[in-house]
């Protein structure tokens, strides 16, 4: 059981919206910067959102990221096939003094 | 270029030990913590070790305490994981992973793979 929690997969149409939702707590979420991960096939994670909604160079802005209270989200616009990939949320647990993830969600562009 | 280069991965029997490695290249390697994480076949990402800077602080998952030891050569510009009393369990992709700030993990190596099987 992952720490952060994620819908497991979300789908949408090419050129359509969607987003991601990823739950924690005070001891994460509620307390630290979220980071958001993109893993395409075979390949390994790239950051792609950091400290909550900034995006490093080379992330298209049809990506952007929120933050609310335990919650955070992930949104992707324009749709492309080359956005289909696994998304992980990630941050600090104080707590538990240790990174966490969220389960990951596959994202299926129809 | 920045670079991350994991090595030492290979097929280990239950109860055996293996010891990873972590090249960096293109930046400043003693002035970043640096985490491993894991990934099972088709399954999530687990994060397994932390180290700061210089190596002062280490932190680990609970499914590795007592087990791994995880260490870095900041001269040699090189991380390390020592992996002992291997389970099953711990066959995964590890890759290694800079730490910048607000705890995003922000330069990745392309993984090596562990494989403990009889």
């Known amino acids: 059981q992952s720490v952060l929690t994620q819908p497991p997969s979300v789908s949408a149409a090419p050129g359509q919206k969607v987003t991601i939702s990823c739950s924690g707590s005070s001891s994460n979420i509620g307390n630290n910067y979220v980071s958001w991960y993109q893993q395409l096939p075979g390949t390994a994670p790239k950051l792609l959102i950091y400290e909550n909604n900034k995006r490093p160079s080379g992330t298209p802005d049809r990506f952007s990221g929120s933050k609310s209270g335990t919650s955070a989200t992930l949104g992707i616009t324009g749709l492309q096939t080359g956005d289909e990939a696994d998304y992980y949320c990630?941050?600090?647990?104080?707590?538990?003094?240790?990174?966490?993830f969220g389960g990951g969600t596959k994202l299926t562009v129809l | 270029e920045v670079q991350l280069v994991e090595s030492g991965g290979g097929l280990v029997q239950p109860g055996g030990s293996l010891r990873l490695s972590c090249a960096a290249s293109?930046?400043?390697?003693?002035?970043?913590?640096m985490n491993w994480v894991r990934q099972a076949p088709g399954k999530g990402l687990e994060w397994v070790s932390s180290i700061s800077y210089s190596g002062s602080y280490i932190f680990y998952a609970e499914s590795v305490k007592g087990r791994f030891t995880m260490s870095r050569d900041n001269a040699q510009n090189s991380l390390y994981l020592q992996m002992n009393s291997l389970r099953a369990e711990d066959t995964a992709v590890y890759y290694c992973?800079?730490?910048?700030?607000?705890?995003?993990?922000?330069?990745w190596g392309q993984g090596t793979m562990v494989t403990v099987s009889s």
């Open positions: 990630g941050t600090w647990d104080s707590s538990l003094s240790a990174v966490v």
């Open positions: 992973a800079r730490a910048g700030d607000g705890s995003r993990l922000d330069i």
């Open positions: 293109g930046f400043s390697f003693s002035s970043y913590s």
